[in-house]
């Protein structure tokens, strides 16, 4: 089977931390790497998104928007979309929502049999409201086979002891942040049996090497 290239990425509606345009850096960075779907969170309806999927020459496109429309989600592809849906969690901490987009594509790409591919982005503040709509949107239960996104999730694994102890906890600490958890990335992991891809591929990273 030839390969499939796909990534995800929060582009923060296409704004870097100075509040300026990141679709050029954004563009620098996939740019090169012929992707055959890309899934992206925080973003609009509007023509940056457009934009961003024409330079990279994919063609088709769809948005999952929300309640707010804030962290609406997009997957473009290089392949025809063939159905997609889109589901709005009613679990939120405060007056954001979030969805799942989900698609089914077609094409003479072999990696295409039979997939379904989806993107979401959960809440930020809040595990267990995480969790709440992790489990309402339940890709396992829905046949989901690729699911990307923002988890705001840790995985214990990724990080050492002590790397761990000063880099998390303390950080999170100061920041007055929530206490971190494992529950979702353990049930995404170990009770639906979803396989992290970018793991697999890239065993040794660890520590710094990981975004946290």
């Given at each position: 089977m030839s390969t499939f290239r796909l990534a995800t990425i929060n582009v923060h509606s296409f704004l870097d931390s100075n509040f300026d345009s990141n679709i050029s850096d954004l563009l620098s960075i996939f740019g090169s790497l012929n992707l055959d779907l890309i899934a992206v969170q925080e973003i609009q309806d509007d023509d940056k998104w457009q934009k961003f999927c024409q330079h990279l020459s994919l063609p088709y496109s769809?948005?999952?928007?929300?309640?707010?429309?804030?962290?609406?989600?997009?997957?473009?592809?290089?392949?025809?979309?063939?159905?997609?849906?889109?589901?709005?969690?009613?679990?939120?901490?405060?007056?954001?929502?979030?969805?799942?987009?989900?698609?089914?594509?077609?094409?003479?790409?072999?990696?295409l049999i039979d997939r379904i591919f989806a993107v979401t982005h959960l809440d930020h503040l809040n595990d267990d409201v995480r969790l709440n709509q992790i489990k309402e949107f339940n890709p396992?239960?829905?046949?989901?086979?690729?699911?990307?996104?923002?988890?705001?999730?840790?995985?214990?694994?990724?990080?050492?002891?002590?790397?761990?102890?000063?880099?998390?906890?303390?950080?999170?600490?100061?920041?007055?942040?929530?206490?971190?958890?494992?529950?979702?990335?353990?049930?995404i992991r170990h009770e639906w049996n979803y396989e992290d891809a970018f793991k697999l591929i890239n065993p040794t990273l660890k520590n710094k090497q990981i975004s946290t």
């Open positions: 769809i948005y999952g928007s929300c309640v707010d429309n804030f962290f609406g989600n997009g997957i473009a592809s290089r392949y025809p979309i063939k159905s997609h849906s889109n589901q709005v969690s009613s679990f939120s901490c405060q007056i954001d929502s979030r969805p799942l987009l989900q698609c089914r594509l077609t094409g003479d790409h072999q990696f396992y239960e829905q046949n989901i086979d690729i699911l990307m996104g923002d988890m705001n999730a840790l995985t214990r694994e990724d990080y050492s002891d002590d790397y761990y102890q000063d880099k998390i906890i303390e950080i999170r600490q100061k920041s007055q942040w929530e206490k971190r958890r494992f529950d979702l990335t353990n049930l």
